[in-house]
C-alpha cells in the first residue's frame, strides 16, 4: 500500500473533494484521482461518494480516514527520527495573519526553505481564522489573546499594542482620557471584539461599539490616519506613523494590555520536527526584532 495513497486519501477527506485537495498537495486532480482509485482497488472497497459538491466519506471511508491518518503520521515521525538533525523534507503548510504576516513573519519562513533545500512550504496568509484540522494546515501564527481550544499553542513573541487616532480625529471630537470617554468615541474595529486594557496591574474588559469595521489591522491603519475613531493596533505596524505624527497615542493612563504571538497546532504526542525548528526560527526572529519591543511613545 503506497504512502502516498493514503496521504492523498487523507487529504481528500478532509479537504471535502478532488479539487481542495490537489491545491493542498501542490499536484493535478489527475493525479490525486488516480490514487484515489489505487488505493480503492486494492482495499476492494468504496472509501468515497462522489458528487457533482466534491466527495464524502463512506461508512467504511470514514473509518478507514482516522487509521490512514495516524499511519501517516507514524511514517512522518519515522522519518524525521532516521534523517540527520540538520535535515528537514516533505511538506509544511503554515497560515500566518495577513497585516503581520507577509512583512514580519514571511522572512523567517524564506529563511527557513533556504535552509532546507528538500523541504516543501506552503503559506497561506489570511486574516480569516483558519481551521488547521479541517483545511490540513500543519501549523498557523496567531495573534493576539488565544480563546481555549484543542489546539496546542507555543508563544514566540510580545505583540504590543496602543490605543491611536488622528491629530484631527483628537482636535475634532477630543481625546479620550478614561473607559467612560473611550465608550462615547467613534471606535475603529476588527469585529465584536473586548479590547483589554491595563490599569495599573488590573486588566480592564471593554467592548466597544463602531460604525467602521474591517478584518484587517492596515485597513484600520488607514481609516484612523483618515480620522474616523479611535483604534486599538500593534505598535509594530504603526511606529511610523506615530513617529511622523500622522496617529497619536491615547487613553495613556490605560494602556493595551500585551498579547502574544503563538505558534498553534494540532493536538498530537508530539510537535513535528518541521514545526519546532520553525518555532525555534520565530522565537529569535521576535527577541531580535525591534517590532516586537516596547515603543517608546507611551
Known sequence: MDIED????VEVADAGGISPAALRLGVAKSIVSRRLLRLEQELGIQLLARTTRGAALTEAGSIFRD?????CAEIDVARETILPADELR???RITANLSFGPTHFAPVIAE???RHTQL???TCYSDHLTDLIAEGYDCAIRLGYLPDSTLLARRVGTIYGTLVSSPSYAEMHGSPETVEELLTHQILMQGTETWQLMDGEKIIMVRPQGRFKADNSIALISAATAGLGVARLPEGLIHEHLASGALVPVMRRYPVAPAGA???RPPSQRPSRKVRILTELLIEHCEQSPYFARAIYN
Open 120 to 122: 516543501h512550504i506552503h
Open 67 to 71: 487509521y490512514a491518518a495516524r499511519v
Open 6 to 9: 493514503l496521504r492523498t486519501f
Open 90 to 92: 516533505g511538506r509544511l
Open 262 to 264: 503563538y505558534v498553534v
Open 112 to 114: 527557513m526553505a533556504r
